[in-house]
Nanobody
Framework: QVQLVESGGGLVQPGGSLRLSCAAS????????MNWYRQSPGNQRELVGG???????NYGDSVKGRFTISRDNAEKMFYLQMNSLKPEDTGNYYC????????????WGRGTQVTVSS
């Protein structure tokens, strides 16, 4: 069992920055692929980006070059550095831990709200 708690959301002006954190508890954190998703009202949840257990990163097209994902396996922490924020980045951001396999494991945090507005 993995529990995930996001933090770091808030209100920021366009062009500003925020750093989201996801604190994980449980065992074998390093074996999970970690992802950030976001969802805004009226829209489906979308993948922001992720980092595999092996350290490979991927990003959604809308955030490439602006957002950076990282993880600290020793501290069981997962991060999303968001720069050059735009109003369309507004949404609830969720941390996700997934371990693929015949008995796939998939865990979600409760989310942290990010609002980009002047």
């Amino acid at each position: 069992q993995v529990q995930l708690v996001e933090s770091g959301g808030g209100l920021v002006q366009p062009g500003g920055s925020l750093r989201l954190s996801c604190a994980a508890s449980g065992r074998f954190f390093s074996t999970y692929n970690m992802n950030w998703y976001r969802q805004s009202p009226g829209n489906q949840r979308e993948l922001v980006g992720g980092i595999s257990s092996g350290g490979l990163r991927n990003y959604g097209d809308s955030v490439k070059g602006r957002f950076t994902i990282s993880r600290d396996n020793a501290e069981k922490m997962f991060y999303l550095q968001m720069n050059s924020l735009k109003p369309e980045d507004t949404g609830n951001y969720y941390c996700n831990a997934r371990r693929p396999g015949p008995n796939e494991l998939n865990y979600w945090g409760r989310g942290t709200q990010v609002t980009v507005s002047s």
